[in-house]
């Protein structure tokens, strides 16, 4: 007997990269469920293995080659005792290598690309018989399955929601318009039903996934495309659903509804994830980013004038082509400026196909030294940022059991773990935390009460 035929079948998703990921994973799950399928902790026991991989930096491929080796293993091991076992290969590898994938590891059954999700069950079943490989972008039936109820998850109180995939900006350097296709948006009446799922739940936080997350223009209710704002304030509608994030954003698509969302709306956090990735002017043209370093810094101020008191996360790349140490001077520069609260920051990784790729590089030597120098600034900023905290009252998310006994773990309102001593029972609740002390990471504080609609997300003292 195969193992697609067994009553009872298992599969093994493992996520490689973004929360897009994880997001589509959890729906890739919830799609196979409908066939039969129950998710295992372990490729060992699967019927079904499926990566889920990711092609944004270097290696990423590579890895995924190595994984497979692994798996071989186990596929031929329940060969051996009777049992068929299907390898899959999904996400952002799968829709950039396609078939190269199945000749470079025949060993793979089905090669997906991340808008067939909602085929998995019969390609699956397809992919038992004789091999598989599925890169259609079929982003709308993509977005319409997502409107099927999916499995209820208990115990979670924050959750991801994609909104859009996909992007037209054709940054130098990044192969998402490849592996995601072009820029698409979900309708708002099928995002706002998720939303409402998720809260009779009992999630109190959602976080708004997109590649280009504010470019966002789904179809609203009135046959208008709505922007991100304009969905903002709508899902902020929805009882229950105290916390709401978007991410990731791009500076060219922060328009007045969005700035608007974060001065009226108590439910929007004031944490804004906008990636810059270079402080130079010149570098910033090369990359194709269409905005200045100036425009970047004209746009924080018009947020923090809106909000004040909010948290700032970035990227960068370092060492892109033709970034020379003037240039690299000006990102250090644009770090100090912003005072972010936390950052992201990659080696540039050539990505075939993308423009960049085939410029002149940077050497590794320079790029490490470079990312190292951008790493220690970062961490200077967040640590100055923690210490503001300090003296603040802030709502804090409960999530889960902290490391230490009688310890619980949450999220501030500028997405920062925070640590306190606490009765467990407060884990999926909202309460008011005096902030006392910072860590490396983190920010430490004791309950001071219950969250109030009356009183602010944050205040200034205890
Ligand atoms: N849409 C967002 C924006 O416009 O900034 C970024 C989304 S991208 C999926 C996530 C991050 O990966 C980027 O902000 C960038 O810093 C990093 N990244 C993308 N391509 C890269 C490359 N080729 N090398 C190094 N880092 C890269
Ligand atoms: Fe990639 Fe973001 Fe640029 Fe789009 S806007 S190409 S996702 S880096």
């Given at each position: ?203 109190r936080e ?36 105290d916390r ?22 108590d439910a929007?956090m004031p ?118 905290r300090?003296?603040m009252t802030a709502e804090v998310l409960f ?11 949450g999220r501030s309102p500028w997405l920062?773990?925070v640590?306190v ?5 407060l884990?999926?609740s909202i309460a008011r935390v005096a902030l ?9 504080g004791?309950v001071v009460g219950k969250a109030g609609a009356d009183r602010p997300v944050v205040e200034?003292?205890?």
């Amino acid at each position: 007997m195969s193992g697609t035929d067994h009553e009872l079948k298992t599969v093994f998703v493992k996520t490689y990269g973004c929360q897009m990921n994880v997001y589509d994973s959890e729906r890739m799950t919830d799609a196979l469920a409908t066939s039969g399928y129950a998710a295992v902790d372990s490729p060992e026991s699967a019927d079904l293995i499926l990566l889920n991989t990711c092609h944004i930096r270097e290696k990423a491929a590579e890895k995924v080659y190595s994984e497979v080796g692994r798996l071989r293993r186990i596929k031929e091991e329940a060969a051996e005792s009777g049992r068929a076992v299907v390898i899959g290969i999904a996400g952002c590898v799968a829709q950039a290598e396609g078939e190269e994938i199945v000749r470079r590891a025949p060993v793979v059954d089905l090669v997906v690309g991340p808008q067939s999700y909602q085929r998995l069950p019969e390609l699956v079943a397809r992919a038992a018989r004789g091999r598989v490989v599925e890169t259609e972008f079929a982003v709308a039936e993509k977005f319409a399955a997502l409107d099927r109820p999916a499995a209820s998850r208990t115990g979670r109180h924050a959750a991801f929601l994609t909104v859009q995939e996909g992007c037209d900006k054709f940054c130098a350097f990044c192969v998402v318009p490849y592996t995601r296709g072009a820029e698409s948006s979900r309708p708002v009446a099928s995002i706002a039903a998720e939303a409402r799922r998720l809260a009779a739940e009992g999630v109190r936080e959602v976080t708004l996934l997109g590649q280009n997350v504010n470019a966002f223009h789904g179809e609203g209710p009135d046959g208008d495309a709505w922007t991100l704002g304009r969905l903002l304030f709508h899902l902020a509608e929805i009882p229950g659903l105290d916390r709401l994030r978007y991410t990731t954003s791009h500076p060219r698509d922060m328009d007045d509804t969005l700035i608007a969302a974060h001065r009226d709306l108590d439910a929007l956090m004031p944490y804004l994830h906008l990636p810059v990735q270079s402080g130079s002017d010149r570098v910033l043209a090369a990359m194709n980013r269409k905005h200045t370093r100036d425009d970047y810094l004209r746009i924080i101020d018009k947020v923090r004038d809106a909000r004040p008191g909010m948290a700032i996360a970035g990227d960068f790349i370092v060492g892109f082509p033709g970034e020379e140490e003037t240039d690299f001077e000006d990102t250090l520069r644009i770090v100090d400026e912003v005072g972010y609260a936390s950052a992201f920051s990659f080696k540039y990784s050539p990505r075939p196909g993308t423009p960049a790729a085939g410029r002149d590089q940077v050497p590794e030597p320079v790029m490490a030294e470079r990312l190292a120098r951008l790493q220690a600034r970062i961490a200077a900023a967040q640590a100055a940022f923690n210490a503001s905290r300090v003296g603040m009252t802030a709502e804090v998310l409960f999530e889960r059991p902290g490391r230490h006994p009688g310890q619980i773990v949450g999220r501030s309102p500028w997405l920062s773990p925070v640590q306190v001593s606490a009765d467990a029972a407060l884990i999926g609740s909202i309460a008011r935390v005096a902030l006392t002390d910072v860590g490396s990471n983190s920010l430490f504080g004791r309950v001071v009460g219950k969250a109030g609609a009356d009183r602010p997300v944050v205040e200034a003292t205890a």
